[in-house]
Structure formats: C-alpha cells, structure tokens
C-alpha cells in the first residue's frame, strides 16, 4: 500500500532490561511527510522513539536512514547523520534564554548557524520576541515551540516529536500542527507521537497504531480515521 522509501526502523524488538516491549514493530516516514504513531498509554510510543534515536539497545531489527543502516550509530552520531529528536518530558533547558536553547540544539554543528536560527524565529515568530527571556518561563505551547526549535537547529532530515501538543490547549495545538505542517512542506519528514490521536491523524500522510508493542493498523491518515474498527477502539468512537 505504501512505499516507505525512508523506513527509520523495520521489525525492531526491544525493551528494558530483559523484558521486550516492542515486537517486531515497522514505522517509517517519507521526505515531506507527516506520520504519526498513536496508541493506548504503554503501547511502546515513546520506547519506539527511543530506540529509533540509538536511546535503546535493540535486540532485533534494523534502523534506516536514507537507506543507510544506522543501526550501530549512537545518538549523537545519529545527529550527524540528521535525525532530530524531541522527547516526550525534560526537553527544554529552562534556566537557559530561549536563544540559548536554541544555540544548544546547533552545538554539534560547526559551521554558522544564522541562517536556521532566523529559519526557526520566521516559523515561530513568539520565540523571537523572547529570545532573551528564560525558557521555562514560557507558556506549554511556546516551551514546546523552543524544544522543536531546538531540534531544528541540526536541519534534520527527520525530526521526531513524542507528544509535541501534550498539556496545550486545543487552540495552540492546532498553531502548533500548522507549523509541523510547515516544516514538512519543507522537506523534512516528521514523525512524531500523539495523545491527539485523531487531530494527528488528520493531518498525517501515514499512521501506525501500536498496542502492546506491536503493530496493529499500518495506513494512510485519512484511512485510518475512517476506519471503523480503528474509531472505536483507538480514536473515541
Ligand atoms: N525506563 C523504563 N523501564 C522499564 N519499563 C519501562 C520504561 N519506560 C517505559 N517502560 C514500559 O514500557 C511500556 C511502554 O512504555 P512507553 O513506550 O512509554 O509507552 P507509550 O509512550 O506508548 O505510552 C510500558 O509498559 C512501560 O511501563
Ligand atoms: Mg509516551
């Protein structure tokens, strides 16, 4: 059904410590493209994220990027090789400014990094105006905007968010979609994790719902939310 040319993980299995979470579980996204893992809590969202970033040690499976094996690589290397990555919690230094999170998110780049810096205060104008202000004293909605910055700031080729809308309200929520859809437009592939399962659906060109580590519906958005089995069980009906 879908071509995923640029699968970050295929069949991994991994866990903590001894007990497997995920079970050859497949996710993937394409340059330009949104998709969207979505779930019952303690699916293995976020351990999926996890292991995709080098975070975790997988037991089985292997990890692509660009159609290169980054199984082996650390995180940091992963970095290098352009993936961006914006945990669920603990994302934001918040006794730094805003510009200095941002300065962070670059740190592994040498090169000049103006021109992302201006890319990331054009796509979140807000962050500008407080660029001198300390991060966490920023609403949720704009603390989020400073760890996506953040993340932008390597100019991934993939940029994965574990919950980008947890704790905003619907409004900022669906500001903070606009701009992933942005940053789509611009070549990036996003995946990301959502709570909001169907707002995220909506906007996502695939979806993978995962229960109990695994697998279980493999479609585009738009399919997936008008499946009937899939609304019942996992979207509220
Ligand atoms: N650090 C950890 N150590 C042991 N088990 C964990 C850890 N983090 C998560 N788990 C377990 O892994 C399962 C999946 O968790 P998680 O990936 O956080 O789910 P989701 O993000 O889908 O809510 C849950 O059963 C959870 O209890
Ligand atoms: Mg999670």
């Given at each position: 059904m879908m071509n995923l040319i640029k699968p970050p993980v295929k069949n991994i299995t991994c866990g903590y410590d001894t007990v497997d979470i995920l079970s050859e579980c497949t996710v993937g996204v394409k340059r330009g493209e949104i998709a969207s893992i979505v779930g019952p809590n303690g699916a293995g969202k976020s351990t999926a994220m996890k292991s995709i970033f080098g975070l975790l040690k997988i037991r089985l499976g292997k990890i692509f990027l660009d159609?290169?094996?980054?199984?082996?690589?650390?995180?940091?290397?992963?970095?290098?090789?352009?993936?961006?990555?914006?945990?669920?919690?603990?994302?934001?230094?918040?006794?730094?400014?805003?510009?200095?999170?941002?300065?962070?998110?670059?740190?592994?780049?040498?090169?000049?990094?103006?021109?992302?810096?201006?890319?990331?205060?054009?796509?979140?104008?807000?962050?500008?105006?407080?660029?001198?202000?300390?991060?966490?004293?920023?609403?949720?909605?704009?603390?989020q905007q400073v760890a996506v910055g953040r993340a932008l700031m390597t100019k991934p080729k993939v940029l994965m968010l574990d919950e980008p809308s947890a704790g905003v309200s619907p409004i900022v929520m669906e500001n903070l979609f606009q701009k992933i859809i942005e940053i789509a437009k611009q070549g990036t592939a996003v995946l990301m994790v959502e709570?909001?399962?169907?707002?995220?659906?909506?906007?996502?060109?695939?979806g993978f719902v995962l229960n109990q580590g695994k697998n279980l519906y493999t479609d585009t958005g738009k399919a997936l939310l008008s499946n009937k089995e899939v609304r019942q069980a996992f979207l509220g009906g």
């Open positions: 159609n290169e094996d980054i199984t082996n690589l650390l995180p940091q290397e992963r970095v290098l090789k352009g993936m961006g990555y914006v945990p669920q919690t603990n994302n934001i230094f918040p006794t730094l400014s805003v510009q200095e999170n941002l300065e962070m998110g670059a740190f592994i780049q040498h090169e000049d990094f103006s021109d992302i810096l201006d890319y990331v205060y054009d796509l979140f104008p807000v962050l500008k105006e407080k660029r001198n202000q300390q991060a966490g004293e920023l609403s949720g909605g704009q603390r709570q909001n399962a169907k707002q995220a659906l909506e906007i996502s060109d695939i």
